[in-house]
């Protein structure tokens, strides 16, 4: 019996599990890009590394070595991949690193001093990133993991006592190495927990599209890695700015993922576009009303003509009032996506009235009208673009003059009223992507219910410009690094 009810419960929790809106996959092929920029961005951040001044006594010798700076670093192999569990690892074998610092020497009474360069090679390191889901839905580094050696390290001492450098060269250079050693993972450890945290908080998860409509792109899971895709499951979901707490639910097929081609692919369902819609329609923006002089000449004329029956039989007073076309679209409208094309289903009334100065309108006609609208839709840098085009149209009324107005009404929409649809819906609206990274050479695929969009990555920003642009005020490194693994 509990079996039973435990199964019962699970199908429940199945049968009401809501499906995403948006996904978006990361392919392996991304990570060569990805690389490269984050490298030299790693780079720049390790030869920031300040390294505790060394000292020491052997027999009658005192040493000390201070201000070492970090002058070059040469990141000569390395590997990203993606590893399930692990997220993101970052394998780099065989770098060198460049130094310089100050010598102290005190031997009795004799003193020696200068400034030395030295090398430190066969570095290698080691370090995973973590991705997860944090409370707002926001993704984030949760935990780094690290491990960093210096194999060996040569100093070229010289001067008075070269020769007591070189009795001394052996604990001079294994303190340096363990001290190395030991800074190295605390930067990565920043890189990624701070930096790169800062980097995904330019990202989008829910956030006002304009003045009417926002938009939640909150993560539903943790993020989900495989040897060669990280995908992600957003929301995807509109909702009017009034309504903050409203909620369309999704009924909608889910969003597969398959092709791997690309270096990205961002997948949307029929229910991302129908909550775009149903979100302008409660928030009151699916309605035009075109008065007088923004009525076009033309159908201004055509519409009197058609009416001339009508309005003759009205008073003198208002003959000549104004003309007014309202259209207002009576239900949200709704997105069908099919492999053949991706279209917009619409139901709107049209009311045409004269309107005479400070008097009630007199309506001459009240029609119902149908269309549908073809969509193409368009990724630019990292904005989604749509362009609708007026394929069907069909009037309802009891008007003997109705096929009379069928087409003007058509040529008034093709003319008068898409152009100010297209203008806002290629406004775009943004894809959860970092600040900096845009997308380019897009390919459009529609299936059943749903359609994807592969394209490539491009750095339109430099990483460090990104980072040092949304760096936390405390730049200091973490309190809390996990301190390497590696054996000195």
Sequence with gaps: ?????????????????????????????????????????????????????????????YYNISEVKVTELQLTSSELDFQPQQELMLQITNASLGLRFRRQLLYWFFYDGGYINASAEGVSIRTGLELSRDPAGRMKVSNVSCQASVSRMHAAFGGTFKKVYDFLSTFITSGMRFLLNQQICPV???????????????????????????????????????????????????????????????RAVEPQLQEEERMVYVAFSEFFFDSAMESYFRAGALQLSLVGDKVPHDLDMLLRATYFGSIVLLSPAVIDSPLKLELRVLAPPRCTIKPSGTTISVTASVTIALVPPDKPEVQLSSMTMDARLSAKMALRGKALRTQLDLRRFRIYSNHSALESLAAPLKTMLQIGVMPMLNERTWRGVQIPLPEGINFVREVVTNHAGFLTIGADLHFAKGLREVIEKNRPADVGVSTAPPPSTAAV
């Design 188 to 250: 990565l450890y920043h890189v990624g927990t701070v930096l790169l945290n800062a980097l995904l908080d330019t990202v989008p998860v829910r956030s006002s599209v304009d003045e009417l409509v926002g938009i939640d792109y909150s993560l539903m899971k943790d993020p989900v890695a495989s040897t060669s895709n990280l995908d992600m499951d957003f929301r995807g979901a509109f909702f009017p700015l009034t309504e903050r707490n409203w909620s369309l639910p999704n």
């Design 1 to 61: 019996m509990a079996l039973f009810g435990a199964l019962f419960l699970a199908l429940l929790a199945g049968a009401h599990a809501e499906f995403p809106g948006c996904k978006i996959r990361v392919t392996s092929k991304a990570l060569e890009l990805v690389k490269q920029e984050g490298l030299r961005f790693l780079e720049q951040e390790l030869e920031t590394i300040t390294i505790p001044d060394l000292r020491g006594k052997e027999g009658h010798f």
